[in-house]
């Protein structure tokens, strides 16, 4: 039994030993923000919705072309070093799909046809669960939106992801690196919008009510 324990205790030494960590300041870290305000009649403005995407911006290199069509059927991450990131305070719709108001990790898949995909993943599960940024295979995406791919008029040396665009429902989402755009429509959903939407279900339940009530 004591050499038992000794042995064990010798072997989770050497596993604990064997971990490798890695992290400092990420000085490539860049951020696409976008957030909409109104004028409060308290004076001020009141935000009505934001969206920030974090992301690590990774070289492109020539021979990734060559890579294209291996990687369909597959999932990538999207970045460097620690996972993309989106926050969202209201609801998204990012090429028809709704994403909920909440904090979300990012990959990318390319389907069976070649057509691309922008993977959205639960934070919260994503670290319960210990997926990492760099293992797709492991992921489990909660949403799935997808990005129409097109050929850039110039080589993005540096990984790009910005969210453009003057109105809140008519934003774009562009992921540009090396020769390739990757594109999807996005439309917030206003803190106020929400409140109408529900305000509007209320009243189709009510309504739904008083036809069946006796008169």
Known sequence: MIRIAIASLVLSTLAVAQARVFG???NERKA????AFEQDPQGGFKLLAST??????????PEYDGMVDQAKGR???LGKNFWTTLNTSVALDIGGATVPA??????IKVDDEGKFHLLVLDAKNADAQGW???NAVQWKPDHTCPLEHSKGSQTVKKLTITIDGQQTDSLELKIAWGGHVLTAPVKM???SDAKDAQGASA?????KEEARAPK
């Open 32 to 35: 696409a923000t976008t957030m």
């Open 102 to 107: 909440g904090a979300y990790y990012l990959g």
């Open 24 to 26: 400092g300041i990420d």
């Open 52 to 61: 920030c995407i974090q992301y690590s911006t990774p070289a492109w290199k």
């Open 132 to 134: 990492s940024p760099a």
């Open 203 to 207: 009243g189709k339940g009510n309504e």
């Open 75 to 77: 999932s990538f991450r």
């Open 189 to 191: 959903q206003l803190r």
